[in-house]
């Protein structure tokens, strides 16, 4: 891990949005001093690197399209440049999936792998099935966080919102109802076939199906 100086900007809590310090030890482990989480410090390293790659990646990819020069070397080898930060920014996100995160950062991070694949699946480098994977993940993600939202929105509306609203609202919390063990066997069966060596953790473990 790097040496933190006087130029690293402050370590954010993900939890609870505060600077805070860290140790300068290399323990797995650390509480937040402001919330008290427990933070996975390689997993928050990891996907703060990965966002870095990520973003530096995605700017140069747009500046690269705005480029009239197509097919040129020059172009080429920038373009094997920008795939393999892509690539740097790919692993590193897996290997924070594979610790502790935060939700949104597992969302974030799931969202983040999806486009990379499918980048990764037109140049032959992952598998279509890698591709799905990821996707689908997403999908639990956005199915999840829409089924919490309607049961909030159910819970807390009261005569300020029509009966039809509220009608729409039970309709698609029952299809959503249906559509979650579908997910799930697609999930394992597709996490079987790819057979990773170090599966990861990016699916949501403290989400329940509510009603
Ligand atoms: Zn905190």
Not at 37 to 61: H, S, T, V, W
Request: net charge positive; proline share 4%; glycine share 2%.
């Amino acid at each position: 891990m790097s040496t933190e100086t006087a130029d690293v900007p402050p370590f954010i809590c993900p939890y609870c949005d505060t600077a805070i310090s860290l140790p300068d030890d290399d323990r797995r482990f650390h509480a937040c001093n402001h919330c008290g989480k427990q933070l996975d410090l390689p997993a928050q390293f990891a996907f703060l690197r990965g966002i870095a790659a990520f973003d530096e990646a995605q700017d140069a990819n747009i500046a690269l399209k705005q480029s009239r020069s197509r097919r040129t070397s020059a172009f080429i080898a920038r373009e094997n440049a920008i795939v393999d930060v892509f690539t740097e920014a790919y692993c590193s996100v897996q290997a924070a999936l594979g610790g502790d995160l935060t939700n949104s950062q597992r969302a974030l991070g799931v969202e983040m792998m999806v486009n990379m694949a499918l980048l990764f699946a037109k140049r032959s480098m992952i598998s279509r099935l890698e591709v799905n994977y990821w996707n689908l993940l997403m999908v639990e993600h956005t199915a999840q966080e829409e089924y919490d939202a309607i049961r909030e929105k159910l819970a807390h509306s009261s005569s300020i919102f029509g009966a039809l609203k509220r009608l729409r609202w039970r309709q698609r919390k029952r299809q959503l109802r249906r559509t979650f063990p579908k997910l799930d066997s697609s999930i394992k069966q597709v996490a079987d076939n790819i057979a990773f060596v170090n599966p990861p953790h990016a699916r949501r473990t403290d989400w329940k199906l509510l009603d």
